[in-house]
Every structure is written in structure tokens, then in C-alpha cells.
């Protein structure tokens, strides 16, 4: 008989647990509708990547797309917490890890690196590196950005210092329309610029793929990791990232199809520019983090980046 009423009581807490779980999961779930992502861009390239792929079809969260035309804007707004995530090559994200923003990175995309170059006119006597000795060369976007990376490495390839050429910074899109009117004799710079230089006659005289790993990374900012709502919707947008880059690799002609329309550029600009996208997505890993540091490591010999930064400090492996 004691051994009945235990069963019946057993049941009865059995119960009890599984409405709870119930309980929460239907507050779990119904917390996740109410979520909301900004996510931060550059000049559309990511969201063109999930909306072709067909991702984003279905997810449990909202969406609201914030677009820059560089990292520094965009690590701007991430400081204040006005976007959850960015996208943004290795150099510009410890930019902003040293200026103070609160972010960890989560996911790694590896690309070639033809998609960050210099670029020089047409009809430029500039035909090498080394000729950029004494010309004024423009680095887009701003101090911090993966072209700055690429030049201060071609530069020391060369033979030459930093000092050698005369280093300018401006925004992209007041850089393109500067170029483009032969204003700019060198420009350091990353797609999809780069490619609608090139395409309007722009003549490349190197590109990263020569001189460095090409790492970008998806970053989420701490207030929101610290969410526990939007903590879910973060790790869940970045497995749907990794998925649509896997698409975009077996279906090309899709991608730049897409982005074409989204951008309004030019087919053939397009498909260069997906053409040199990234090519391997994946959670952090412990060579990632070693490669960072010693870009990080570098940065701060120069001077550009005013303290050391550990980088283990400011990832997540295994985030997905």
C-alpha cells in the first residue's frame, strides 16, 4: 500500500515537472517572437547573403537590418549598443575592442583575401608597390580598417616603411567618387568598392591574398549576449550565417544574382565581388584567435592600437 501511494505520488510530481517545463517552454518560446535583432552591415553584403540563401524563412525572431558603408560606423553604433551584432574584418574588430566596445566575436569567415587591395588609374605611372614611395595613398575607411592592414604589409614586402608613403583616410563612398574623378592616385581598399573601381578601369597592383590570412568575424555586442532572450536568437542567426555561406558556395550564380539586385550594382560587378567572398565559415577556433593575436600584436607595435589586447578575452569558441 505504501509502496502504491509513493507511485501515485511520484506521478503526480512527474506531472507537476513536465507542465512546468511546458510552462516555460511555451514563455521561452513566446519571449523569442518578441525578440528583436538589429544587425549591423556593410554595404548590404551579409543580408544579400542570408535573404538568396532562404535562411532567414522561418526564424523564431525579428529582424532589423542597420547598413554602413564601413567598420568604423558600424563599431560605432555597436558602442552604443544600438546594433546586437556586426560583421567586420580582423583588424577593424580589434579597432574596436581597444576603442572600448563591448563585444565578443562568435563566428569566423576565411575568405582569399582578393576582395581588399590598392588600386591605382588606368593610365597611372604606378606599377608596383614600390612606387607608391612619396605618392599620397588613400586608405579607406578609416584608422583601423582591413586596407590599412593590407598596406602597412605590402608596404614592408616592399622593402618599404610606413613613412614612405603619405597615408590619408577617407569614407568609401566619398573615396569611390574621388577615384573615379582622378583625384586619388592609390587607394587602399576592400569590396565592394574595390571591385566598382576595377570595373570602372581601375588597374590592381596587389591584394591581400598575397601578404596575409583573410579572416571576418560576426560579433555580438555583451549587453546582448547578457540577454537571455537575444542570446538564443544570436547563436541561432549565426548557425543561419554559417548555413548560407555553405549555399552561397554551391550556388554561386544565385548569390550574384541576388546581390546584384540588392545593390544595384552592375551583374558583373556583382559576381566579382561574391566571386571572392568568403569561403569557409565556422564557430572560433584556437589558430583563428592565434592568427588575431598577432595582427593585434602588430597593430600595437605600430602605434595604431593604444593597448594590448588579449584576444582569447574577447571570443567565444564553440559559440554554435
Given at each position: 500500500?505504501?509502496?502504491?501511494?509513493?507511485?501515485?505520488?511520484?506521478?503526480?510530481?512527474?506531472?507537476?515537472?513536465?507542465?512546468?517545463?511546458?510552462?516555460?517552454?511555451?514563455?521561452?518560446?513566446?519571449?523569442?517572437?518578441?525578440?528583436?535583432?538589429?544587425?549591423?552591415?556593410?554595404?548590404?553584403?551579409?543580408?544579400?547573403?542570408?535573404?538568396?540563401?532562404?535562411?532567414?524563412?522561418?526564424?523564431?525572431?525579428?529582424?532589423?537590418?542597420?547598413?554602413?558603408?564601413?567598420?568604423?560606423?558600424?563599431?560605432?553604433?555597436?558602442?552604443?549598443?544600438?546594433?546586437?551584432?556586426?560583421?567586420?574584418?580582423?583588424?577593424?574588430?580589434?579597432?574596436?575592442?581597444?576603442?572600448?566596445?563591448?563585444?565578443?566575436?562568435?563566428?569566423?569567415?576565411?575568405?582569399?583575401?582578393?576582395?581588399?587591395?590598392?588600386?591605382?588609374?588606368?593610365?597611372?605611372?604606378?606599377?608596383s608597390v614600390n612606387d607608391l614611395r612619396g605618392q599620397q595613398v588613400v586608405v579607406s575607411s578609416a584608422a583601423g580598417s582591413i586596407s590599412q592592414n593590407l598596406l602597412y604589409l605590402a608596404l614592408e614586402k616592399a622593402g618599404l616603411s610606413r613613412q614612405?608613403?603619405?597615408?590619408?583616410?577617407?569614407?568609401?563612398?566619398?573615396?569611390?567618387?574621388?577615384?573615379?574623378?582622378?583625384?586619388?592616385?592609390?587607394?587602399?581598399?576592400?569590396?565592394?568598392?574595390?571591385?566598382?573601381?576595377?570595373?570602372?578601369?581601375?588597374?590592381?597592383?596587389?591584394?591581400?591574398?598575397?601578404?596575409?590570412?583573410?579572416?571576418?568575424?560576426?560579433?555580438?555586442?555583451?549587453?546582448?549576449?547578457?540577454?537571455?532572450?537575444?542570446?538564443?536568437?544570436?547563436?541561432?542567426?549565426?548557425?543561419?550565417?554559417?548555413?548560407?555561406?555553405?549555399?552561397?558556395?554551391?550556388?554561386?550564380?544565385?548569390?550574384?544574382?541576388?546581390y546584384a539586385k540588392l545593390s544595384h550594382l552592375p551583374p558583373a560587378t556583382a559576381k566579382l565581388i561574391t566571386s571572392r567572398a568568403a569561403t569557409d565559415s565556422r564557430s572560433v577556433t584556437t589558430e583563428d584567435l592565434t592568427s588575431l593575436q598577432s595582427?593585434?600584436?602588430?597593430?600595437?607595435?605600430?602605434?595604431?592600437?593604444?593597448?594590448?589586447?588579449?584576444?582569447?578575452?574577447?571570443?567565444?569558441?564553440?559559440?554554435?
Amino acid at each position: 500500500m505504501r509502496f502504491s501511494l509513493a507511485g501515485r505520488h511520484f506521478t503526480r510530481m512527474i506531472a507537476g515537472v513536465l507542465s512546468l517545463w511546458l510552462i516555460l517552454g511555451t514563455l521561452i518560446n513566446a519571449s523569442a517572437a518578441q525578440t528583436t535583432l538589429v544587425i549591423g552591415d556593410q554595404a548590404r553584403i551579409l543580408r544579400s547573403l542570408l535573404e538568396a540563401s532562404g535562411v532567414l524563412q522561418g526564424i523564431p525572431y525579428q529582424i532589423r537590418w542597420a547598413n554602413f558603408q564601413g567598420a568604423a560606423p558600424l563599431f560605432e553604433a555597436q558602442r552604443a549598443d544600438a546594433v546586437d551584432t556586426s560583421y567586420a574584418g580582423d583588424l577593424p574588430v580589434l579597432q574596436a575592442l581597444a576603442g572600448g566596445v563591448n563585444l565578443k566575436i562568435i563566428l569566423t569567415e576565411v575568405s582569399s583575401g582578393k576582395g581588399n587591395g590598392i588600386v591605382v588609374p588606368a593610365n597611372s605611372p604606378i606599377n608596383s608597390v614600390n612606387d607608391l614611395r612619396g605618392q599620397q595613398v588613400v586608405v579607406s575607411s578609416a584608422a583601423g580598417s582591413i586596407s590599412q592592414n593590407l598596406l602597412y604589409l605590402a608596404l614592408e614586402k616592399a622593402g618599404l616603411s610606413r613613412q614612405d608613403a603619405k597615408i590619408r583616410f577617407v569614407l568609401p563612398v566619398d573615396a569611390s567618387a574621388a577615384f573615379n574623378s582622378g583625384q586619388i592616385k592609390a587607394w587602399a581598399v576592400f569590396d565592394p568598392y574595390l571591385a566598382v573601381a576595377q570595373q570602372n578601369g581601375g588597374r590592381l597592383i596587389t591584394d591581400a591574398s598575397k601578404l596575409t590570412s583573410s579572416f571576418s568575424f560576426l560579433t555580438a555586442t555583451t549587453q546582448s549576449l547578457a540577454d537571455p532572450a537575444k542570446q538564443q536568437a544570436i547563436k541561432d542567426f549565426a548557425v543561419r550565417v554559417r548555413q548560407a555561406r555553405l549555399w552561397a558556395l554551391s550556388h554561386p550564380q544565385q548569390y550574384a544574382e541576388s546581390y546584384a539586385k540588392l545593390s544595384h550594382l552592375p551583374p558583373a560587378t556583382a559576381k566579382l565581388i561574391t566571386s571572392r567572398a568568403a569561403t569557409d565559415s565556422r564557430s572560433v577556433t584556437t589558430e583563428d584567435l592565434t592568427s588575431l593575436q598577432s595582427t593585434a600584436d602588430r597593430f600595437y607595435h605600430y602605434g595604431i592600437l593604444p593597448d594590448k589586447i588579449n584576444v582569447n578575452d574577447h571570443a567565444i569558441k564553440g559559440f554554435l
